[in-house]
């Protein structure tokens, strides 16, 4: 759990660190996630001394956001008199936002796969002008 | 009882409040499978009553549900495992990755600040609902430098990721949307940790890509919500 918890602790802390350092504009948290990765990816980090306690901390993830969810009381005077716009708005862009990324990224894969297909017809048909 | 002296307002008796109430919900939600009795939202809702019944202030509150959400931040980094999992897949279509979340971040932008403006909110809180899709930090970051309510946000964040949980796979799933890259950036991109977390439920591949997602929107959204705001404040004014 020891070493779990400094693997954990220190892309953090790392993140922290990058983030002062370079003054880019991610929470240290998006780039420790992102150092970890890249820390399993060069084996520096190996998948078993970690899982254990990056598997109980996804499974619970929601359960953090209680805490930032009771904030809502705070403006809840806010929210009663602005509540049509603020929960169409909610609504609406959360559905497109969905539709158009899953739109995108399946024409975009569909569109990528022809472009290949037509580079290595070509290439191919060279080939056999070439011989 | 004069709330913030009275036990109640005790570090130890509001966390158990808490882990208490998400005990229940979850096994509330297990028994009635429904949707809308989501634990995270029937939690919240229950200690906003608590509070405002006994009195007890919200700034107490936060001081003792600091120790819960303190784990916000290693759990995102947590979600670093799930990424390495996918890298290979995810390299192999990055130029697809890319630019559904461009588009995804523009779409989430500018629909949430015309429907916003058009219904007819203040600026203020229309500032502030333009970074509701990407995760916490970087939302309420973009909301200050646009001359919105950072707290606001903080809390709209929260709605959001409920809805994208809630009803993201249903709208998806009625939308015959079924590759699994498609599903998880979308769920990521609209409603960052808390899609991610319900993606994570379904398939960890998908929340692999849900991940991304997050990351993804949340980094385009940093860069382009002020100019987007500015373009479209010229355009309707």
Redesign the interface.
């Known amino acids: 759990m020891v070493i779990q918890c400094f693997i ?2 220190g ?2 802390a790392a ?1 922290e660190l990058i983030v002062a350092v370079t003054g880019v ?6 780039v ?6 890249l820390l ?2 060069l084996k520096v980090v190996k ?1 078993q001394q ?2 254990k ?3 109980f ?19 809840l005077g ?2 009663r008199s ?1 509540i ?3 929960a ?19 024409a ?2 569909r ?2 796969r022809k472009v290949k297909d037509r580079l290595s017809r070509r290439s191919g048909r060279k080939e056999v002008a070439d011989a | 009882m004069t709330g913030d002296s009275s036990l109640l307002s005790n570090t130890f008796v509001l966390l158990s409040l808490t882990f208490g109430t998400y005990f229940g919900a979850q096994r509330l939600q297990r028994r009635f499978r429904s949707a809308l009795l989501n634990p995270i939202l029937i939690t919240i809702a229950v200690i906003i009553l608590f509070l405002q019944a006994t009195g007890v202030t919200y700034e107490t509150y936060r001081e003792a549900g600091s120790w819960i959400d303190f784990w916000l931040k290693p759990a995102v980094v947590a979600l670093g495992v799930p990424l390495y999992k996918q890298l290979s897949a995810i390299r192999r279509q990055l130029v697809p990755i890319l630019c559904s979340q461009v588009i995804g971040c523009l779409i989430g932008i500018v629909s949430t600040v015309v429907t916003a403006k058009w219904l007819g909110a203040s600026d203020a809180v229309v500032a502030s609902l333009a970074s509701k899709s990407v995760t916490t930090p970087i939302a309420m970051e973009v909301t200050a430098s646009i001359g919105g309510i950072p707290s606001l946000t903080a809390a709209v964040v929260v709605i959001t990721g409920l809805i994208g949980a809630v009803a993201g796979f249903r709208i998806l799933d009625a939308s015959r949307i079924h590759n699994p890259a498609a599903l998880g950036l979308s769920m990521g991109a609209a409603a960052h940790a808390l899609g991610t977390s319900a993606a994570m439920d379904r398939d960890a591949a998908i929340g692999a890509y849900a991940s991304l997602g997050l990351t993804l929107n949340g980094l385009f959204t940093a860069l382009l919500t002020p100019t987007v705001i500015g373009l479209v404040d010229r355009l309707t004014a």
Not at chain 1, 89 to 96: D, G, P, Q, R
């Open positions: 954990l602790f892309c953090l993140g504009r991610l929470p240290a948290s998006i420790g996630m992102l150092l970890l990765a399993l990816a998948l970690i899982e306690l990056t598997s901390l996804i499974s619970n993830l929601g359960f953090f956001f209680v805490p930032p969810g009771v904030a809502l009381m705070v403006h806010l929210i602005e049509v716009p603020i169409v708005a909610t609504l609406v862009s959360t559905a497109l936002v969905l539709w158009f990324t899953a739109w995108t990224h399946i975009a894969s569109g990528e």
